[in-house]
């Protein structure tokens, strides 16, 4: 079995900073893609970010130049940093990964997901 959690969501104003952090755990032989979802009110899911295993990134237009993806493979984990952040940025964020769980196959794996609410 393989779990993600998310961590690092809360409450900040318009213009501050959080940091996202996702643990993969289980039986998990590697790990390939990795990256980032997010669920704002009244809207449907919609990508962030994005992180090869190589350390290759992709952004949302909406966020590039504020957000930045991160992995540690080391530790199993993704990171998104989260800078001048805007009240539309609220969302639930969710992570997600691509493990391979045996020698032979690989899985997309997805996070419960976790509160970002920025005022104003």
């Known amino acids: 079995q393989v779990q993600l959690v998310e961590s690092g969501g809360g409450l900040v104003q318009a213009g501050g900073s959080l940091r996202l952090s996702c643990a993969a755990s289980?039986?998990?032989?590697?790990?390939?893609?990795m990256g980032w979802y997010r669920q704002a009110p009244g809207k449907q899911r919609e990508v962030v970010a994005g992180?090869?295993?190589?350390?290759?990134?992709n952004y949302a237009d909406s966020v590039k130049g504020r957000f930045s993806i991160s992995r540690d493979n080391a530790k199993k984990m993704v990171y998104l940093q989260m800078n001048s952040l805007k009240p539309e940025d609220t969302a639930v964020y969710y992570c997600?990964?691509?493990?391979?769980?045996?020698?032979?196959?690989?899985?997309?794996?997805w996070g419960q997901g976790t509160q970002v609410t920025v005022s104003s």
């Open positions: 289980g039986s998990i032989f590697g790990i390939y893609d």
């Open positions: 992180i090869t295993s190589g350390g290759s990134t």
């Open positions: 997600t990964a691509d493990v391979r769980t045996t020698a032979w196959g690989s899985k997309d794996y």
